[in-house]
T-cell receptor, first 115, second 112 residues
Framework: NAGVTQTPKFQVLKTGQSMTLQCAQDMNHEYMSWYRQDPGMGLRLIHYSVGAGITDQGEVPNGYNVSRSTTEDFPLRLLSAAPSQTSVYFC??????????????FGDGTRLSIL | SQQGEEDPQALSIQEGENATMNCSYKTSINNLQWYRQNSGRGLVHLILIRSNEREKHSGRLRVTLDTSKKSSSLLITASRAADTASYFCATDRGGGADGLTFGKGTHLIIQP
């Protein structure tokens, strides 16, 4: 049982490039979400999904897109990378919808640097 | 805007001592959760306490919740070197919005 798997673990991009951060879970969890963690800021919610085909915005959605075509996968797309998006990105999941009401299972993160 | 704020920002104690961290939040909540993060790793869930609960235990962890003061505390008893980590509290975002809002964390160092 792998849990929540994030790839890549590290990435360096140039300003204006696009890329997709991958997140997969093998626990048949309905709820998945993306957070970013910046020094001194705690974690902030980017987007979340309560099930396949359903996504919604979190606290800091600008510059990011998501889709949820399967229960297992929840990729995060940076459309045109900016230095302000340099951060550590975490994917999390929980069994049922209403993610605020359950323990979240986190991946180990993707460390992204935008030059 | 952030709900939870942990206090202190950093804490260094000797192995075997107890460690107490506090979390304050601003608006009414459905539940409050505590997470641990080891360096370079993802967050690990520790305890979830609901708004109608006052205290919860899990092994060496004890969490209290005082909704009248909008605060929670996490007590780690008989600390070990492996407890060195950052600890975060998280609450629901409120206003019907899903997802969690996290504090900035307490960095705990256990000296051998």
């Amino acid at each position: 049982n792998a849990g929540v798997t994030q790839t890549p673990k590290f990435q360096v991009l140039k300003t204006g490039q696009s890329m997709t951060l991958q997140c997969a879970q093998d626990m048949n969890h309905e709820y998945m979400s993306w957070y970013r963690q910046d020094p001194g800021m705690g974690l902030r919610l980017i987007h979340y999904s309560v099930g396949a085909g359903i996504t919604d915005q979190g606290e800091v959605p600008n510059g990011y897109n998501v889709s949820r075509s399967t229960t297992e996968d929840f990729p995060l797309r940076l459309l045109s990378a900016a230095p302000s998006q340099t951060s550590v990105y975490f994917c999390a999941s929980s069994l049922f919808p209403q993610g605020y009401n359950q323990p979240q299972h986190f991946g180990d993160g993707t460390r992204l640097s935008i030059l | 805007s952030q709900q939870g704020e942990e206090d202190p920002q950093a804490l260094s104690i000797q192995e075997g001592e107890n460690a107490t961290m506090n979390c304050s939040y601003k608006t009414s909540i459905n539940n409050l959760q505590w997470y641990r993060q080891n360096s370079g790793r993802g967050l690990v869930h520790l305890i979830l306490i609901r708004s109608n609960e006052r205290e919860k235990h899990s092994g060496r962890l004890r969490v209290t919740l005082d909704t009248s003061k909008k605060s929670s505390s996490l007590l780690i008893t008989a600390s070990r070197a492996a407890d060195t980590a950052s600890y975060f509290c998280a609450t629901d975002r409120g206003g019907g919005a899903d997802g969690l809002t996290f504090g900035k964390g307490t960095h705990l160092i256990i000296q051998p």
